[in-house]
């Protein structure tokens, strides 16, 4: 089996799930209204590939697709036994490929159905509050820092909360200098989210020749 064969694979099970191909069919993106599910499929060296799959959230001031939340330390989907292979990948020619591939996908769909949910604000702001991610790893003083769950302690009229994230960042995140004016008023943070969606879902539609309606309400 090689990258190819293996696209055709990994493509027509996140089409089944709602997903659409961009660049040649390794990236995919699951419209879910304010974030985007973004997955990726990678060669590595032609001896195997890696799979990840994570949340972009389309107020980010960042308009590169990038993982902005994953649901575990990695956004890589792997099987524990590949991070003996060289780089950790998944190997082509491995006797157990069929059932890694199968694992892979089980374990996509599972964290599929989690970033799903995540359209529901309130669980959205418990996973970014107990997040363990590789983004709080990489910084341990997240909870200080995090735009993201500033943005859902707002709508969840937790203010106060929110307000000490946004003074922290606003003069280094473009997100939240728009939004410090406005976090305590539900009306007006709903409608400069929409307009800060809308940009990134324009520039996104326009990079990548798709189609991304612009939105009226989440």
């Known amino acids: 089996m090689n990258f190819n064969s293996i696209k055709k694979i990994f493509a027509s099970a996140l089409k089944s799930k709602g997903f659409i191909p961009l660049s040649g069919s390794k990236l995919f993106i699951c419209d879910r209204n304010f974030y985007l599910i973004f997955a990726e499929l990678q060669d590595c060296h032609s001896i195997g590939f890696f799979f990840s799959i994570g949340i972009k959230f389309l107020w980010s001031d960042c308009t590169i697709l990038s993982y902005d939340y994953t649901e ?17 990948a998944t190997l082509y020619d491995s006797e157990t490929l069929d059932d890694d591939i199968d694992l892979i996908l089980k374990e996509t769909d599972r964290r599929i159905a989690i970033y799903n949910e995540l359209s529901d604000i309130l669980i959205l702001e418990n996973k970014l509050k107990t997040r363990h991610d590789f983004v709080a790893i990489a910084s341990p003083d997240i909870k200080s820092r995090d735009v993201n769950h500033a943005i859902t302690l707002s709508l969840l ?3 106060d909360e929110a307000l000490i994230i946004f003074e922290n960042m606003a003069s280094v995140n473009k997100t939240a200098h728009e939004l410090i004016n406005v976090y305590n008023d539900e009306f007006e943070l709903r409608k400069r989210l929409i307009e800060l969606i809308n940009q990134s879902r324009n520039v996104l539609a326009k990079r990548y020749k798709i189609s991304l309606e612009n939105i009226n309400t989440f």
């Open 72 to 88: 575990g330390s990695d956004s890589r989907v792997y099987i524990p036994k590949n991070y003996n292979s060289p780089f950790g």
């Open 157 to 159: 009229n937790h203010g």
